[in-house]
């Protein structure tokens, strides 16, 4: 069944508001479309996966967990007469949200699993996430307002693959692995080989994220810093993860970084001068300026290249600092 009013931002509006029913009085004086052809949440997940499965042309349908982005770039580009939800307009939306198997925040033998469709209010409430991962806790609290974080999920921030997305530097520091499902079955992609390209990821048309494995370790520690306009409510210029294992030396160091390259990265080279190194005065210089030279940002309306490197090293700089204690 097919309906016209649904409330995917928790708002109580009708989409023609949300997506914008736009009288275009200077734009060719024509009326823009809102979303068409949403289709009915579904509470299973094998019906969603089927609908995908048959789709043999991508844009034929787009699935949603919370549209946080999808609304309101539907909204804006109505007067371009143009659709960014994807790299062309779906026919028609599925909204996921009603599907409590991509719910749920456990552990699951020796790893943290989170369901796609934790949001990051769950996150930031859930005892196991501030016990073995609260760095993604401080990521999930600087996304947005509350409206925000009660509704976007954690599996749209990964699906959504911006490189500004702020808990991807963390899940790339705890070598986190993305399972995804299609009607074919379940396969475990690493978080390292996730993200392909700018807004581009290893998801096949047919395939849904379904959870996130966090590998538990017992001796990891993780620093989460981000870098934008404001202290809140802001896209980030530079966000980065710090991870590391060993009370004195440091190994098994990730270093993961958003905004300042096409997709989310690890700082190889920069792990490298970390890796089997105590945290003085002498290796934080080091990989600061291992890291300034390592990373080749752009410049852009948010911030410019040079300001991405310089902040993203004394960042670095700072969390080796204080894991120092001097």
Request: with cysteine.
């Amino acid at each position: 069944m097919r309906v016209d009013q649904l409330d995917l931002l928790g708002l109580g509006h009708r989409m023609g508001d949300v997506a914008g029913d736009v009288e275009q009085d200077v734009i060719g004086r024509e009326r823009a479309r809102s979303f068409e052809s949403i289709e009915e949440s579904r509470c299973a997940l094998e019906e969603p996966l089927e609908g995908r499965a048959v789709d043999h042309q991508p844009p034929a349908s787009r699935t949603i967990r919370c549209s946080t982005r999808a609304a309101t770039s539907r909204r804006y580009s109505a007067v371009e007469r143009t659709s960014s939800i994807g790299a062309s307009s779906p026919a028609s939306v599925v909204d996921l949200w009603a599907i409590e198997a991509l719910r749920g925040i456990a552990i699951d033998g020796d790893a943290l699993t989170l369901g796609a469709l934790t949001t990051y209010t769950d996150v930031r409430r859930s005892a196991l996430c501030r016990e073995h991962v609260p760095a993604l806790v401080e990521a999930a609290a600087t996304i947005g307002a509350a409206q925000i974080q009660n509704r976007g999920t954690l599996g749209g921030n990964i699906a959504n693959a911006s490189p500004a997305g702020d808990t991807l530097p963390v899940l790339l520091a705890a070598d986190a692995v993305i399972v995804v499902g299609s009607e074919r079955g379940e396969r475990d992609v690493p978080a390292a080989e996730f993200w392909t390209g700018y807004r581009q990821t290893a998801l096949a048309h047919d395939e849904l994220i379904v959870r996130i494995r966090l590998p538990l370790a017992a001796e990891r520690e993780m620093r989460f810093r981000k870098v934008g306009t404001r202290r809140a409510q802001a896209i980030s210029k530079v966000v980065i993860a710090v991870a590391w294992q060993g009370d004195g030396s440091w190994r098994d160091v990730r270093v993961a970084l958003g905004s300042v390259a096409a997709t989310p990265v690890r700082a190889a080279a920069t792990e490298a001068a970390l890796e089997d190194r105590r945290p003085t005065p002498e290796t934080a210089d080091a990989a600061a300026e291992t890291l300034a030279g390592e990373l080749a940002p752009i410049d852009d309306v948010r911030s410019t290249a040079e300001y991405r490197r310089l902040v993203a090293a004394r960042v670095l700089h700072r969390i080796v600092r204080d894991a120092g204690g001097w």
